[in-house]
T-cell receptor, first 111, second 115 residues
Framework: RKEVEQDPGPFNVPEGATVAFNCTYS??????FFWYRQDCRKEPKLLMS???SGNEDGRFTAQLNRASQYISLLIRDSKLSDSATYLC????????????FGAGTTVTVRA | NAGVTQTPKFRVLKTGQSMTLLCAQD?????MYWYRQDPGMGLRLIHY???????AKGEVPDGYNVSRLKKQNFLLGLESAAPSQTSVYFC??????????????FGPGTRLTVL
């Protein structure tokens, strides 16, 4: 079983729509959670950290469900520029600097 | 402030050839990492370093070697390239651990094809 699993998509949505997707992780000891964004043929960049109580950053909302071992990302009012692959990332343990990456969920926003 | 840079950007090798990928960062980060990214798979850690002069194996280290002689540089070597090493290679760096927030900064990647 992969440590981090994501629905690869693609999620094709019109501008202005809301899109949401999840990722599951297998290691119950995982302590830190992130969403990274990767544009086509570019390097990954941190989008946002995911906190236990859930958090928002503008149009992006991240949630963590430790009991079911999944995190989610919701994008409201989608923009063309949101088209990218979103990588779910977890650490294995507290203060572990090594990251485990999911294969990514591709989102395409159409005009 | 260039962040993380990688050279070369592209390379084609024949089976059995050797090469070195160079990663440099100007953020004074202690930790540096080498990943490979293949279609349908997440980034996989090859080797990493927690400081100048130290290196350690990641989850897919076979066929690769690394060196960290200077804090700002992290080199990845392929001694005898194989077609299975065709991939996109990313270098990353980060501050030291000890925080619940630990962002890794990535270089632009090296696209390597082994024929």
């Amino acid at each position: 079983r992969k440590e981090v699993e994501q629905d690869p998509g693609p999620f094709n949505v019109p501008e202005g729509a809301t899109v949401a997707f999840n990722c599951t992780y297998s290691n119950s000891a995982s302590q830190s959670f992130f969403w990274y964004r990767q544009d086509c043929r570019k390097e990954p960049k941190l989008l946002m950290s995911v906190y236990s109580s859930g958090n928002e950053d503008g149009r992006f909302t991240a949630q963590l469900n430790r009991a079911s071992q999944y995190i989610s990302l919701l994008i409201r009012d989608s923009k063309l520029s949101d088209s990218a692959t979103y990588l779910c990332v977890v650490t294995r343990a507290l203060n572990d600097y090594k990251l485990s990456f999911g294969a990514g969920t591709t989102v395409t926003v159409r005009a | 402030n260039a962040g993380v840079t990688q050279t070369p950007k592209f390379r084609v090798l024949k089976t059995g050839q050797s090469m070195t990928l160079l990663c440099a960062q100007d953020m004074n980060h202690e930790y540096m990492y080498w990943y490979r990214q293949d279609p349908g798979m997440g980034l996989r850690l090859i080797h990493y370093s927690v400081g100048e002069g130290t290196t350690a194996k990641g989850e897919v280290p076979d066929g690769y070697n690394v060196s960290r002689l200077k804090k700002q540089n992290f080199l990845l070597g392929l001694e005898s390239a194989a077609p299975s090493q065709t991939s996109v290679y990313f270098c990353a760096s980060s501050y030291s651990a000890g925080s619940s927030y630990n962002e890794q900064f990535f270089g632009p990647g090296t696209r390597l094809t082994v024929l």
